[in-house]
C-alpha cells in the first residue's frame, strides 16, 4: 500500500510535480539522470526548488519512443523510489504504463501511479489500481508512444478527450478505485496537434467540470515550437513551458508537471500574489 504520509490530494495552491526521468532517450533530459544516484541527487533538488511531487519515469514516452521491458524499468525507478523515501517523506509518483512496475514501485514508497494509457495498457490495469490504492493519472494518449503523432485527428477534440477521461475514470471507480484517488490529464502532446493542444488547453474548463483534479502537463513539448520556430531545442521552451503551465493553472489545473521547477513555483508565486492584489481593489 501506498506510504500513508503521502497525498496528492489537491488544494487551494496549485501543486508543482518535478519530473525525474531515469531513462536515456527521454525527449528532453534522457540520459543525465540515468543512474539511481544522479537521479536521487536530481530529485532531491527538485524538492529544494519547490516540488510539491517528484514523478519518477523509466520509460520515454516521446513520439517514436521504443518500449522498454518491465524487468528494465523496475531495475530503473525502484532503487530510486526507495532511495528517495528514504531521504523524503512526500509524494512520489511512478511515471508508468505497466501494472508490474507500479506494484514495484508502490512497494518502493511511491503512492500515485501516472498512467499515459489511462490504465489500458494490460488487462490488469485497473485491478491492480484498485488493490494498490494509489492515487492514479487517467491520461488521454491517441494511439500509442511509436504511431501517436501519425497524422491525428478529431471532430472535436476537447469533447472527446473529455468523454474518454470520464469513461475511463467511471471504468476505474468501477473496479475498484476510490473517487478522490483519480486525476485527469488531457495529454498535452499525445497524439495531437499543436492546434489540438492549445484548443485543450483553451477550454481545459470542459474537463475540470467532471468533478476531477486535473494534472496539465506541456513542459517544453514541441508545440512551443510550432509557436515559435526558434525553440528548436527542449531547453529553450522555458518561456512557453512557464506560459502554458500558468494558463493551464487559471483554466483550472491542479497540478502541473514540469521540468523546471524552481521557475514554475517563482510563476505561480507571482500569479498568486497578483490575484490576490485584484481581490483588494
Known sequence: MPHESQTAAPSMTPQVMGIVNVTPDSFSDGGRWAS???????????????????DIGGESTRPGARPVAGAEEIDRTAPVIAGLRARWDGPISIDTMKPEVARAAVAAGAGMWNDVSA?????????TAAVLGCEVVLMHMKGEPRTMQADPRYDDVAREVRDHLAARAEAA?????????????PGIGFGKTAAHNLT??????????????????????RTIQAIDPTATEAADRLGGSLALALEGVRRGARMVRVHDVRETVQA????RAVAAAARRV
Do not use: C, N
Not at 485543450?200 to 476531477?212: D, H, I, K, Q, Y
Open 268 to 271: 505561480l508565486k507571482v500569479q
Open 173 to 185: 471507480m468501477a473496479a475498484g478505485v476510490a473517487r478522490d484517488r483519480i486525476w485527469l490529464d
Open 36 to 54: 539511481a544516484e544522479r537521479a536521487i541527487d536530481h530529485a532531491m533538488r527538485l524538492v529544494e526548488q519547490g516540488a510539491d511531487v517528484l
Open 200 to 221: 485543450l488547453t483553451a477550454r481545459l474548463e470542459m474537463l475540470t467540470a467532471l468533478g476531477f483534479p486535473v494534472l496539465y502537463a506541456a513542459s517544453r513539448k
Open 119 to 127: 490504465l489500458t495498457h494490460a488487462p490488469d490495469s485497473l485491478a
